[in-house]
Each structure stands twice: as structure tokens, then as C-alpha cells.
């Protein structure tokens, strides 16, 4: 059987073949699943972002890396539903409405789920009803905004205000991001955070949700 420990290479090199092998063969050994995933996988995605912060990795090697460890997830996430495993916190991200761009996005929800959140994406043109449909039920939910056009932004604001109008603001937290988005928009819409790169938005979820 492969080393459990080169589950972390495979991921931190993106090698999503080597990757789904060794998962594979872990879970065949049985492996417990939350212990690759928190021994293993987590760290691994820490570490491509780590990277990433200090201009050793681009996108390109987040977005391999990123592949690697949902190869690995899926495999995973069966077992870890029946074992009952508990997700470091939820997520619901999406393009807000209006707005079709999605790498980004999509860059942010895979790190996240290497994180160890559970992420329920939206996908791109998002109206403020379907944040609010999703975050309902569900306390602590984090939801994330996205968007790339000075044009959409402002949908991030209606976004906050519908969950505020649905009595879901104080136990709902908002970060947002996005090539026009600033720290000041943040600030003036509301939000709870905001974050300029992928990595920085699983620290900031993480700071959210009280496990950084």
C-alpha cells in the first residue's frame, strides 16, 4: 500500500493521479478518512497556499493542486458523510447576479473545500433570493460573494440587505472578493471581510468561524 504521506505530495504538486491512488488504497486499508483529510489533504492545500502567498505558486499550481485534492475528496466525502465527520464550517458561494465569471469563484470554492468546508456553490448569476434560500436553516453559514464588474458589484449590497430583510444578518457571515472589489467597499456595504486572493479566503473564513 502507498504511504498515506504521499497523499500530501500528490496534492501539493497536483498530481491528481497519484492522488486518487493513494486515496484508494488508504480507504482499502482503511485508513480513518478524517485522518487523511486533517493529516494530510488540509495541510497540503495550507501549504500550496503558503506557497502562493510568497510568489512561489501562481494560479495555475493552486488551480492542479486544487484538482488533486477534490480527485481525493470525492472519494472521501461518502465516508466521511457516514462516519458522521463534522466540516470545519459552511460555506455558500456564488457569482452574484448578473455576473457570468466564475474562475475565480471557482479557484475560492476548491480551496475552501481543501480547507475543510463544506461548500455549496451557487454558480455565477446568483439572485439574492438564492443566498438567502441557502444560508436558511443552516446557523453560521458563511456566505461568499464574487464578482468582477464594477457593474455587479453593487449586487453584493442587495445581497446583505436581503439577508438582513430575512432576519438571517446576525447569524450569517459575509465575505466578498473580486478584481474590483476593495477593503473599503467591504467596509461600506457591510461585510464581514473581504480577500484579494483564494488562500486569504480560507484564512478569513477560518478567522470566521473561530478555528484560525
Do not use: W
Not at 59 to 75: D, F, N
Amino acid at each position: 500500500m502507498p504511504d498515506p504521506a504521499e497523499l500530501y505530495d500528490a496534492i501539493l504538486t497536483g498530481n491528481a493521479k497519484k492522488a486518487e491512488e493513494v486515496t484508494k488504497a488508504a480507504l482499502e486499508a482503511n485508513v480513518n478518512p478524517s485522518e487523511l483529510l486533517s493529516k494530510y489533504m488540509i495541510p497540503a492545500m495550507d501549504e500550496v497556499g503558503k506557497r502562493f502567498e510568497c510568489n512561489e505558486y501562481f494560479v495555475p499550481e493552486l488551480l492542479i493542486a486544487a484538482r488533486a485534492m477534490k480527485t481525493s475528496l470525492q472519494l472521501l466525502t461518502p465516508k466521511l458523510a457516514a462516519a458522521g465527520a463534522k466540516a470545519t464550517g459552511r460555506v455558500v458561494i456564488g457569482t452574484v447576479q448578473g455576473d457570468l465569471h466564475d474562475i475565480g469563484k471557482n479557484l475560492v470554492a476548491s480551496m475552501l473545500e481543501g480547507g475543510g468546508f463544506e461548500v455549496v456553490d451557487l454558480g455565477v448569476d446568483v439572485p439574492a433570493e438564492k443566498f438567502i434560500e441557502a444560508a436558511q436553516g443552516k446557523d453560521g453559514s458563511i456566505v461568499a460573494l464574487s464578482a468582477l464588474l464594477t457593474t455587479t458589484m453593487t449586487q453584493m449590497r442587495n445581497v446583505i440587505q436581503a439577508l438582513e430583510a430575512a432576519g438571517l444578518r446576525e447569524k450569517t457571515r459575509v465575505i466578498i472578493g473580486g478584481a474590483p472589489i476593495t477593503q473599503q467597499y467591504a467596509d461600506e456595504i457591510g461585510a464581514d471581510g473581504y480577500s484579494d486572493n483564494a488562500s486569504a479566503a480560507v484564512g478569513l473564513a477560518r478567522k470566521l468561524v473561530g478555528t484560525a
